[in-house]
Nanobody, 126 residues
Framework: QVKLVESGGGLVQAGGSLRLSCAASGRTFSTYAMGWFRQAPGKEREFVSAIRWSGDTTYYTNSVKGRFTISRDNAKNTAYLQMNSLRPEDTAVYYC???????????????????WGQGTQVTVSS
């Protein structure tokens, strides 16, 4: 079982930036994919971004391409989500998730992830 702890959320004006961090412990981090999902009030949880174990392959939902960047530091067991040009519609609770090993799994699907963090609130004001 892996424990995930997100940090870095907060309140920001439209056009601003935030960097989310996800610290992992309890299981091998470096050989597993990591993902970020979000859930806005009254909506279902949705995929935001994911990164394969090596960091070489990344995935984004269309609405954040060009604005968000996912990365990881395997030496620190930490994944990051740099969010720039934030919009009010980005407001949500953001969750990091521990994904499948190596190159397996459909990272766009929440069912590919075995462990989840508690979430961090991101609020973008207009």
């Amino acid at each position: 079982q892996v424990k995930l702890v997100e940090s870095g959320g907060g309140l920001v004006q439209a056009g601003g930036s935030l960097r989310l961090s996800c610290a992992a412990s309890g299981r091998t981090f470096s050989t597993y994919a990591m993902g970020w999902f979000r859930q806005a009030p009254g909506k279902e949880r949705e995929f935001v971004s994911a990164i394969r174990w090596s960091g070489d392959t990344t995935y984004y939902t269309n609405s954040v391409k060009g604005r968000f960047t996912i990365s990881r530091d395997n030496a620190k067991n930490t994944a990051y989500l740099q969010m720039n040009s934030l919009r009010p519609e980005d407001t949500a609770v953001y969750y990091c998730a521990h994904g499948p090993p190596w190159l397996s799994g459909n990272l766009y699907s929440s069912s590919a992830y075995a462990s989840w963090g508690q979430g961090t609130q991101v609020t973008v004001s207009s």
